[in-house]
């Protein structure tokens, strides 16, 4: 871990200019919600000096994210080179459980970490400084821009932005909490690696003319407006609970958006965003008033989208043609679950088998093997290895037997203009599954809670599907609750909208499951996967019927050992769930192995005893056994002495993974 002033060192590596601190004072009574007070600032390039300013007097210590020339200024004009993107995350935007699953699926680490006592900091620094100019500037802030957008910071990605500096307590709180460095151990960026980040502006207009006084009196029609206007009202005062955006960026755009709706000029509503309590108010630049006002007062051209809407381009076939078309039966490339043409999402957290499950059905394609006691049809596969190691690829093809069969790997990062190759790469591969291992690093979206952004995402690939009837397999990342109905995938609801199956793995103690969630065919069970020895994956049975049969030999053995039992007593004795219990009680008495007795009445509950057997109540007991022992038929593939029932396919029931 890096110390505060080799962080200054690292923010100066490779620069001529300045690093700007500066102390300022939390006020909780200025513009009714707090802000900060500026106490004084300092220009260096002296680390010792940096680390003293920084260290000693009172206050907060912020420091300017991009370096300055000497003029003593901040301004956007004054920025002399740009040594980093960066987001600032608020947790009271973003939880800290949001923002971490976002991190943990991030296409880059960032190269710095900082907690801010209330959110985190990320810097993704440059390898060599990048001079300022208005063409580097205006990128740099549509990549801030991105970054925002994904991460659901306060959207301000301004270059002259700065951020609170570690080693500090921060005073907005009353509890001691600090800025602390989190992590440095990223790797740095050029900023080509960044620009898919970028987000190109909607606005095609000029900029708003806010005038040169912004810090004029609040017209007189605003004030009326104020007092009568219940919603202008509630954006002043920052009691607008609905808006999506919380910060103060963000109710200076929904003011902003009120005034262009009752045609103010934009020098007036500038003079008015000054003002304004719950926004920036005295901390907003003349730029960030004249980019949000341009946005709310400049309307769209409608002229070519009305010269459009004169006709149509859907194409339109009659109920009766739809009767009389020839069914076709639908197709499949894992049996029940994968259709031909179609996509599907593969969802489990981290380390849980993702890719342990996209690489076996790879090989079972691409062999027309069964997988997991289904069918597959053989065809070419493609496998896009986005994050695995080609070392670790080769250990699975050995242990797989692989040789010549149609299987063929991308290594690495995806091409940037990866959602236009797919169709092309399909094409000349005639691949039969497409595996894109992960969904995060082939896309790049902004923004995975973004409905729209992901549904646009997945559109292209979806098409490229079905015209060329391949299956598109995505695997992705599932959220840390474990919900159910696929709200355990991260992100929007866009992603299971946009697939016709989604799969998902869950870790169950020592073992794993999957179940399906599908648009054609019938959602699969969940159902119990075993690893073997060979990499190889095996289907268990479903979970209850796995829990079931774990359950008969704890159960005959509690009664043995203590004679007739309730049900709640065996519950109580075996530590499985009532419903478990039952169907186990109820399996042992078809077999005969025990007996119910009692009216199942109130004062005459049921109770469970164990038959007596013939010669021995040992159940190995060669002569008499009813139950069947695996530990000796089947020494090969049962590492525990579970003589009770196997389930159909013969196994034991134990899964480890």
Known sequence: MITRAEFFEELLRGTTGQLELRRMKWNPRKHDKGAYDMLERWFSRDIAELEAFASNGGGDIFHGVNIRDDSGEARKKNIREIVCAEVDIDFKTTTQEQADELLAISIFEPTVFIGSGNGYHAYWLFDTPIPATEETINLIEAINKGLAQQFGDDYTHDVTRILRTPGRKNSKYNDNRRCEILRTDGPRYSIDDLEPFAVVSNST??????????????????????????????????????????????????????????????????????????????????????????KAFTAPESGESEE????????????????????????WTWDGILPDGGMSLLVAKPKVGKTTLAFNLAVAVSRGADFLNRK????????????????????????????????????????????????????????????????????????????AIVTNALEPLMAAARKQGCHILLTHHAGKADRADGDDILGSTGLLGGVDTSIHIKKRDKRRTFFTIQRYGDDTEETVIELNEDGSLEAKGTRQDVEVDETLRPLLDALKNTGPMTLTELHEAVEKSRNVVLKASNLLAEKHLIEKSGSGKKNDPYKYSVLLYSDTNEYTNTESKIIPN???????????DFDVFSLTDGSSGEAFW
């Open 630 to 640: 695996p530990a000796e038929s089947k020494k090969e593939s049962c590492t525990d």
């Open 308 to 331: 459009l809407a004169k006709e149509h381009h859907f194409t339109l076939i009659s109920a009766h043609d739809v009767l009389a078309a020839e069914d076709v039966e639908q197709s």
């Open 205 to 294: 207009g000029p900029k708003a003319d806010i005038g040169d006084d912004c810090e004029g009196e609040l017209p007189k029609r605003f004030e009326k407006l104020l007092a009568k206007h219940r919603l202008i009202g509630k954006t002043w005062r920052g009691e607008r609970p609905e808006l999506k955006d919380q910060s103060r960026s963000g109710y200076d755009m929904a003011m902003a958006d009120l005034l262009a709706a009752h045609k103010f000029i934009p020098a007036a509503a500038a003079a008015i965003l000054r003002r304004m309590p719950s926004g920036k108010g005295a901390d907003a630049s003349d730029s960030y008033l004249r980019h949000t006002i341009s």
């Open 376 to 451: 597959t049809e053989q065809g070419p596969v493609v496998y896009l290895a986005l994050e695995e190691k080609k070392g670790e690829i080769k250990k699975k093809l050995t242990a797989a037997g692989i040789t010549n069969e149609p299987l063929r790997f991308h290594f690495g990062s995806a091409p940037l203009n990866a959602m236009a190759e797919v169709e092309p790469l399909l094409v000349e591969t005639k691949a039969k599954l497409l595996v894109i291992d992960v969904l995060q690093k082939f896309c790049r979206l902004r923004d995975l809670n973004d409905y």
